[in-house]
């Protein structure tokens, strides 16, 4: 009977995981299209650049893992504000390496809440890559210090599509999607939106 439950679990757990992938899909390639028409102001190779970003997580999948079930959670479960401040170098005109840190305030607590409203403090490497006028891929390993309040690692990788908005010579509006993935403590899938800008510095 428990055996059955487990699989029924694991089962329902892949069918919602993949339903944040077609999420995050629909979500990518919608905002690929969006950004057909207008394109950011072309970098070129020994630029150094700044970022601000907000963000925060709509969506995450935990998969079931050391006998805890799969689940859902959303933005209705638990509503955080993340800042993502950081700089990169354009060491060609389209890639660029670069490091964020990422600060995350706990604005509405979850039904358990967390031991303080800082809730996550991460490092962010990155590797971008303007692959096409307004649109950059970005590969961003992912080293949390801090995680659910308390100084706890973490560690994952996020996949990233932005979109540059040339506002005034050197500085643009960015948006983009994330999808965070984490293989510990606990693995993890998520959606999140972002929205800033970018300067030469």
Do not use: C
């Not at 805890?68 to 933005?75: E, L, N, V």
């Not at 005109?93 to 996550?120: A, C, H, M, W």
């Amino acid at each position: 009977m428990e055996r059955s439950a487990v699989v029924a679990g694991s089962r329902r757990g892949a069918g919602q995981a993949r339903r944040v992938g077609r999420v995050a899909a629909g979500a990518l390639a919608l905002l690929g299209l969006v950004a057909l028409p207008r394109g950011a102001e072309a970098a070129e190779q020994g630029d150094v650049t700044g970022t601000f970003m907000l963000g925060t997580n709509l969506a995450t999948h935990l998969f079931a893992q050391d006998g805890k079930p799969a689940h859902d959670t959303t933005i209705s479960d638990t509503f955080g504000l993340s800042q993502f401040v950081g700089a990169g170098v354009f060491v060609t005109d389209r890639l660029r390496l670069g490091l964020n840190f990422q600060f995350t305030e706990t604005i509405v607590q979850p039904r358990k809440p967390y031991p303080s409203s800082f809730q996550i403090f991460g490092l962010l490497p990155q590797i971008n890559y303007n692959f096409w006028g307004p649109l950059t891929a970005s590969v961003v390993p992912t080293i949390l210090l801090r995680k659910d309040g308390v100084n706890q690692e973490a560690y994952g990788v996020q996949g990233v599509l932005g979109w540059g908005i040339p506002i005034t010579k050197g500085i643009n509006a960015v948006v983009a999607v994330e999808v965070p993935y984490f293989w510990n403590p606990r693995r993890t899938i998520g959606v999140t939106p972002l929205a800033g800008v970018s300067g030469k510095l």
